[in-house]
Nanobody, 119 residues
Framework: QVQLVESGGGLVQAGGSLRLSCAAS????????MGWKRQVPGKQRELVAA???????NYADSVKGRFTISRDNAKNTVYLQMNSLKPEDTAVYYC?????????????WGQGTQVTVSS
């Protein structure tokens, strides 16, 4: 069983910054990829950013240059530094992780954290 807990969401003004954190816990041998997706009601959940075990990153075009994803392997934690926030960044942000555990490959998702950007 692998659990993810997100934190760091909140309300900020446009142009402000937030830092999201996601900590994975449970029986984990290795994590291949961690990242963040976001969802607005009525819209498809979309990938925001992801980082592989090798450090390769992937960002949605809409956040490139503004968001930075990083990881702390020792803590099984991934971070999303969000700068220059825009109202269109408002969404529930969900952490995800894929890797290997005692039962084989796993995929886990967090409960989500709300990010609201006011104009």
């Amino acid at each position: 069983q692998v659990q993810l807990v997100e934190s760091g969401g909140g309300l900020v003004q446009a142009g402000g910054s937030l830092r999201l954190s996601c900590a994975a816990s449970g029986s984990i041998f290795s994590i291949d990829s961690m990242g963040w997706k976001r969802q607005v009601p009525g819209k498809q959940r979309e990938l925001v950013a992801a980082i592989t075990s090798g450090g390769t990153t992937n960002y949605a075009d809409s956040v490139k240059g503004r968001f930075t994803i990083s990881r702390d392997n020792a803590k099984n934690t991934v971070y999303l530094q969000m700068n220059s926030l825009k109202p269109e960044d408002t969404a529930v942000y969900y952490c995800h992780a894929y890797g290997l555990g005692p039962r084989g490959d796993f995929g886990s998702w967090g409960q989500g954290t709300q990010v609201t950007v006011s104009s």
